[in-house]
């Protein structure tokens, strides 16, 4: 299992991103104007909720029944020459991807694979795999090459760079590829060009994601809004399509209403600049497209959410409307959750694939306030999964702090006896006054400390409302 990012604590990621002063200051920025976008997108379509639950009815439907459909995805591919190889694990998919690109790189001095943007790659850590064959491994999505340039990982599902500012991508632009330009956005792009295309004429695989494959035709799609997409499936003599087993629709029809809740809910456009589809290798007699086919079919963990009450987080299509309004988002942003998937999909996700020994935290970074639910452009339940959560962390795995476990019992027995809860509440005010501070608690003892640092507490009252009601009385 391939998604964790790095190996420091959920507590050292939260403290290092609550440090890091620029991305506390464009996560927030960047969630409003993606957020103003997609209401515009909502006001312009008409209907919203109407549309909401359609797309909710055809992952539903497709979900129910994505045995038949996978299937019938396969037998297209295969009947217009195409491979398709069913990954169990991360370890099978890597181990078939590498055997490919082995072969198609075999007497190439300068091996090489170019990537357009891929979720799924990330999650069963591809790059790596191949990076330690001796394969060079270029991402061509502009973030994510920033990123893989700054030795990074993304912190964001549509925006990977979002928390990279333009002097820094020009400081890496310096050190790792001789750039002596300005921080111009325009300038730093159009060297990324000028760099990539050199890539793309080189490379003998290209690796892509799907966004959606479609059953009835055997089609993958890609949405972008770069064109590097198309150039990483036609200019190669392999392409290898990477997806993971729900990202599938049943025809067309059902494509053009996804991908149209996909491209509102993710950046607030009516249709993304590219939506392009592969059917398979190139035909005899076409001029472009590449020679050989393989799509890896991923699952990784996915089967076990199907009969469960997690099933619908297999809806998502990865529009990130869920991170855009995400109050703990806003504030630890996306490498705190330790995953490719961060947010409250990732926090519903990343425990199912990569388990809760290394992600129990994650279902606890919430307020639940329910905003990721109402985002959802398919109506996943994400708050109520991630109750869902805590109750099986506590009740089936027992994962809960000894400490925790203590207070709670505590908390029972204060609670369950009226001589203790009504002295308590006569010497709170007394007892919390060293950290009282306009009515509000700051920075508290024990406990409390880590609560009261970022959130506010009321201080107890100076009067309880016993003794309130007790002198109206008489």
């Excluded at 333009?166 to 590829?177: L, P």
């Excluded at 959410?305 to 996306?334: D, E």
């Excluded at 109506?379 to 869902?388: A, R, T």
Aim: with cysteine; proline share 4%; net charge negative.
């Amino acid at each position: 299992m391939s998604i964790r990012i790095g190996e420091r604590s959920y507590d050292e990621r939260i403290d290092i991103s609550l440090q890091n002063r620029y991305m506390r200051e464009a996560v927030p920025a960047a969630q409003e104007k993606l957020t103003a976008g997609k209401r515009r997108a909502e006001v312009e379509l008409g209907n919203w909720e109407e549309w909401r639950h359609l797309a909710e009815q055809i992952r539903a439907h497709t979900i129910e029944h994505l045995d038949y459909y996978l299937e019938q995805l396969s037998d297209h591919i295969l009947s217009r020459g195409g491979k398709v190889h069913f990954a169990s694990t991360a370890e099978e998919a890597t181990t078939y991807i590498a055997e490919v690109v082995e072969r198609a790189t075999a007497n190439s001095e300068e091996r090489k694979v170019v990537k357009s943007k891929s979720m799924v790659t990330e999650e069963i850590g591809l790059n790596d795999v191949l990076e330690n064959q001796g394969v060079d491994v270029v991402e061509t999505d502009l973030g994510e090459w920033i990123i893989q340039l700054d030795g990074d990982s993304p912190s964001h599902i549509v925006a990977p760079a979002l928390h990279k500012e333009r002097e820094g991508v020009r400081e890496t632009f310096s050190k790792e590829r001789d750039y002596d330009g300005s921080n111009d956005p325009e300038a730093l792009t159009q060297f990324a060009r000028e760099q990539l295309r050199k890539e793309f004429l080189s490379a003998q695989v290209g690796i892509t994601g799907c966004n959606f494959a479609v059953s009835e035709s055997g089609a993958i799609t890609l949405v972008t809004n770069e064109g590097n997409g198309r150039l990483v499936t036609s200019l190669p003599d392999v392409h290898i399509a990477v997806m993971g087993m729900e990202r599938i629709v049943p025809t067309w029809e059902e494509l053009d209403v996804l991908v149209s809740m996909l491209t509102r809910a993710a950046v607030g456009q009516k249709l993304s600049t590219y939506v392009t589809a592969v059917k398979g290798p190139r035909n005899e007699g076409e001029l472009d497209g590449a020679k050989e086919f393989h799509l890896v079919i991923v699952d990784n963990g996915r089967s076990n959410m199907l009969g469960t009450k997690f099933q619908s987080a297999l809806h998502c299509i990865r529009c990130a409307a869920c991170i855009n309004v995400c109050p703990v988002y806003r504030h630890i942003g996306g490498h705190a959750y330790g995953s490719m998937y961060p947010g409250p999909i990732g926090a519903v996700i990343t425990p199912l694939l990569d388990g809760y020994e290394h992600h129990h935290e994650l279902p606890y970074a919430s307020s639940l306030c329910a905003a990721c639910t109402e985002a959802c452009p398919v109506n996943i339940p994400l708050h109520e999964l991630l109750i869902e959560h805590r109750r099986v962390i506590v009740e089936e795995k027992g994962i809960a702090p000894n400490m925790e476990k203590v207070m709670m019992r505590g908390f029972a027995a204060w609670a369950s006896h009226p001589a203790a809860y009504k002295l308590s509440s006569k010497v709170s005010r007394a007892i919390s006054s060293p950290w009282v501070k306009e009515e509000q608690i700051e920075r508290g003892p024990g406990p409390l400390k880590g609560w009261t640092t970022s959130r506010n507490l009321r201080a107890p009252a100076k009067e309880s409302f016993r003794s309130w009601f007790k002198k109206r009385a008489d």
